[in-house]
């Protein structure tokens, strides 16, 4: 089975940096693109990154104004978001999920539980 | 970043339908496949509907999906108590290089 787990979310001060993991298991991982989807509290889904199954290709929301970075290790077959100067707004759940593509355009099917940050002095 | 626009809630009787609709554009709605995910409470959201009309294996038949021009749509036959739920569009955006999603419907069981 698919299995996507992030891990790395805490409470962190106002313009301090957070690095997220997820781990993946079940399915061929480099043969992957990857996304990061967030929630605030009580808020909807906001898709904020994308990188291609070589992490050769990165996409970002334009609401991160540059201040996070996707990455990969496909060795230890492990997503990850490095977000630095964090900001209050930046509170939120953070997801990992699997992109796939098929002719006609692309979708996530599998997402991870969930990583809680919580961007507070 | 764009946004789909979705109804803030609907509801319905049991064994009713319900649609709940997704207004974009051309640069996402009008060009890309349209999927759905429905999310309870407290927990990740799930994949209901891709490729506008196709459903993963274990989601059930009363759920179908369609599309448009810039709009897609979501239908529930046969509405449940286990439907309560949230549900979000989203799609490809080309011109933000980017998944955009709808601001999200919840759903409730009269």
């Known amino acids: 089975d698919v299995r996507l787990e992030e891990s790395g979310g805490k409470t962190e001060q106002p313009g301090r940096s957070l690095r997220l993991s997820c781990e993946a298991s079940g399915f061929t991982f480099s043969s992957y693109s990857m996304n990061w989807v967030r929630q605030a509290p009580g808020k909807g889904l906001e898709w904020i990154s994308y990188i291609s199954g070589g992490g050769e290709t990165t996409y970002y929301a334009d609401s991160l104004e540059g201040r996070f970075v996707v990455s990969r290790d496909n060795a230890k077959k492990s997503l990850y978001l490095q977000m630095n100067r964090l900001r209050a707004d930046d509170t939120a759940v953070y997801y990992c999920?699997?992109?796939?593509?098929?002719?006609?355009?692309?979708?996530?099917?599998?997402w991870g539980q969930g990583a809680l940050v919580t961007v507070s002095s | 970043q764009s946004v789909l626009t979705q109804p803030p809630s609907t509801s319905g009787t049991p064994g009713q339908r319900i649609t709940i609709s997704c207004s974009g554009s051309?640069?996402?709605?009008?060009?890309?496949?349209v999927n759905w995910y429905q999310q309870h409470p407290g927990a990740a959201p799930k994949l209901l509907i891709f490729?506008?009309?196709q459903r993963p294996s274990g989601v059930p038949e009363r759920f179908s999906g369609s599309r448009s021009d810039t709009s897609a749509s979501l239908a529930i036959d046969g509405l449940q108590s286990e439907d309560v739920a949230h549900y979000y569009c989203v799609a490809w955006d080309d011109s933000v290089n980017g998944y955009v999603f709808g601001t999200g419907t919840e759903v409730s069981v009269l």
């Open positions: 999920t699997r992109d796939i593509l098929i002719p006609s355009g692309r979708f996530f099917d599998n």
């Open positions: 490729n506008f009309n």
């Open positions: 051309n640069s996402n709605v009008g060009k890309n496949p």
